[in-house]
């Protein structure tokens, strides 16, 4: 039978999250002896998760299905794979090995044919950038999605292979002995071939992919940022800030290809002079300053008494898959130091105290009803419409104070059906430990959400559906957050260092964020 979060509960759990506003994770040896029931627990964890990605690997290529059914049974497996998942898995394996789930010859094999099997596959020969979908069992470039055949358009994804060539990057430096091989992929990627250099606006942005045949878009941009035959570009660039597309950034910028300065240009919040950008999720706080020749407004969203750099639409992910490699909060301490465990606290806000629902963390993933779907923390996205954490999808309307027609409406009084996703609490582990601890525990103990896999992908938790799948993305997320957590942070120390860290940790070193908690 299902229990119900109790409302005493749920303010006692909230209250132990809103002490976690600083970073803290254990280390060091002695730290760790500290949280020996935790890490027996984190332990369990990964060792299940990591069962997903055993079933979803094909053993012909080592490329993972992009998801599976609940029952790892490989029938189940889908007919595509992404460049994000076959980079989630490489990651993923060599998590697997530090936390001494297998073992250094397996792990090897494992990368070494899984690195063979993406040198074989399909790319776009200017750019050196992978397609967005491809047969698992083949390595064949999609043209049809196998379950629907609905049509594929060759789409080239920047973020997507920001994901990839994390995964390359990991596995070079995990795994030495294969870092030639890693690193002959990686380093024909051209982040550059997304970066808009927009006349007008001297950091520029990046695009959200291109098409190398026609896609007959009424939006897509003809032209090209790097040589070569010309391709479609996607209407609109990656503009907001702290959102996951900033890893192809990162690369671009740490590889030489994409401008240092290019950090400051994409926006912490749109300004708030005028009413230009009142269709944005409200007014924001902030000033200007000025870094590497860039105007930036350095701005933040109110919400419940803090003041919070959004994401654009208000999800987990968005905010911190890229920490799980980049130590943004260690390299910007006055940046990314403060709003990494202030966004942890407003969806534990949301979820706890002003939706009631019980439990918290909110980021795209399956939906229990069907499909797939973006859930968020309306109030924590630039996005008006922004996403929604329910089924219902209760926004929050709020005022854009002085433009005409953005009056907002009164918060609403109640939330439907929410719908959490366990990734999301592993996403926050580093930022809210005992928070995250209790909220898995809950979601486990609480609903038929725990399988031979690790965690299903979500729950609705007023209805008590549960979407017994397990997506490669979501599961990689896990194995990041917990080979961190468990071999001393060593997703960080693959890709964190060299070349990442001399070209981003002055630019994040100084930044002030007009983050803040409350008084």
């Given at each position: 039978?299902?229990?119900?979060r109790?409302?005493?509960?749920a303010?006692?759990?909230a209250?132990?999250?809103?002490i976690?506003t600083?970073?803290?994770v254990?280390?060091?040896p ?5 949280h020996?029931p ?7 964890y990964?060792a ?5 990605f ?5 053993p ?6 992009d998801?599976?059914?609940?029952n790892?049974?490989?029938a189940t ?21 530090d936390?001494?789930l297998?073992?250094r010859r ?13 040198a074989?596959l399909?790319?776009h020969?200017?750019?050196?950038m ?8 083949t ?12 049509p ?6 920047s ?5 990839m060539a994390?995964?390359?990057?990991l ?19 051209n ?9 007008n ?10 098409w ?9 941009v003809?032209g090209?940022?790097?040589?070569g ?7 609109h ?8 597309p900033?890893?192809?950034s ?25 009413c230009?950008?009142s ?5 924001a ?16 969203l ?8 959004p994401?654009?639409?208000?999800s987990?992910?968005?905010a911190?898959?890229v920490?799980?490699?980049?130590p ?8 990314w130091?403060?709003n ?9 806000e949301?979820g706890?105290?002003?939706?009631g ?5 909110f ?10 779907r973006?859930?968020?923390v ?11 954490t ?11 104070e002085?433009?005409p ?5 009164p918060a ?7 719908v ?12 809210a ?14 609903f038929d959400s725990y ?5 299903y992908?979500?729950?609705a938790?007023g209805?008590?559906t549960v979407?017994?799948r ?6 990689g997320m896990v ?9 001393g942070?060593d997703?960080?120390k693959?890709v964190?260092r060299g070349?990442?860290?001399k070209?981003?940790?002055?630019l ?12």
């Amino acid at each position: 039978m299902r229990v119900r979060r109790t409302p005493v509960l749920a303010a006692i759990a909230a209250a132990v999250a809103l002490i976690a506003t600083t970073v803290a994770v254990p280390s060091a040896p002695a730290a760790t002896e500290r949280h020996n029931p935790d890490k027996r627990v984190l332990e369990r964890y990964a060792a299940d998760t990591w069962k997903s990605f055993e079933a979803m690997a094909v053993p012909a290529t080592g490329l993972p299905a992009d998801n599976i059914g609940g029952n790892l049974d490989p029938a189940t497996r889908s007919g595509f794979t992404s460049p994000t998942n076959i980079g989630a898995y490489l990651w993923s394996t060599a998590a697997a090995r530090d936390t001494g789930l297998i073992g250094r010859r397996e792990a090897k094999s494992r990368m070494a044919q899984t690195l063979d099997s993406i040198a074989g596959l399909e790319r776009h020969e200017d750019s050196g950038m992978f397609y967005n979908w491809y047969d698992p069992a083949t390595g064949a470039k999609l043209r049809t999605f196998p379950e629907s055949s609905d049509p594929i358009k060759p789409f080239l994804s920047s973020v997507d292979n920001g994901w990839m060539a994390t995964g390359l990057l990991l596995a070079a430096r995990a795994e030495p002995s294969l870092a030639r091989k890693a690193d002959r992929i990686r380093e024909d990627m051209n982040f550059g071939c997304f970066y808009n250099p927009l006349e007008n606006a001297p950091a520029g942005q990046i695009r959200g992919g291109f098409w190398d045949e026609d896609p007959l878009e009424a939006a897509a941009v003809k032209g090209n940022y790097c040589g070569g035959a010309d391709v479609w570009f996607t209407g609109h660039h990656y503009g907001a800030f702290n959102t996951e597309p900033r890893i192809a950034s990162y690369l671009g910028i740490a590889a030489g290809q994409i401008p240092a300065r290019h950090y400051f240009g994409t926006y912490r919040t749109f300004p708030n002079e005028n009413c230009d950008w009142s269709w944005t999720e409200t007014k924001a706080l902030g000033s200007w300053a000025e870094h590497e020749g860039v105007r930036v407004f350095e701005g933040a969203l109110p919400y419940r008494g803090m003041q919070i750099v959004p994401t654009w639409g208000g999800s987990m992910f968005e905010a911190l898959m890229v920490p799980l490699f980049v130590p943004e909060e260690t390299w910007g301490p006055r940046s990314w130091g403060v709003n990494h465990p202030l966004y942890v606290r407003g969806q534990i806000e949301h979820g706890m105290q002003e939706a009631g629902y019980g439990y918290w963390g909110f980021s795209p993933s399956n939906n229990p009803a069907g499909g797939y779907r973006e859930y968020g923390v309306d109030q924590l996205g630039m996005d008006g419409p922004g996403y929604t954490t329910d089924q219902e999808r209760t926004a929050v309307d709020q005022p854009y104070e002085g433009c005409p027609g953005r009056e907002g409406s009164p918060a609403p009084t109640s939330y439907g059906d929410g719908v959490v996703t366990p990734h999301a609490s592993f996403l926050a582990l580093r930022y809210a430990r005992d928070a995250a601890l209790e909220n898995l525990s809950n979601i486990r103990q609480d609903f038929d959400s725990y399988g031979p896999g690790g965690f299903y992908d979500a729950v609705a938790v007023g209805s008590g559906t549960v979407s017994k799948r397990y997506l490669s993305l979501d599961q990689g997320m896990v194995m990041a957050a917990l080979g961190n957590a468990l071999a001393g942070d060593d997703m960080r120390k693959y890709v964190g260092r060299g070349a990442v860290e001399k070209t981003l940790r002055p630019l994040m070193s100084e930044e002030i964020f007009a983050s803040k908690g409350t008084e």
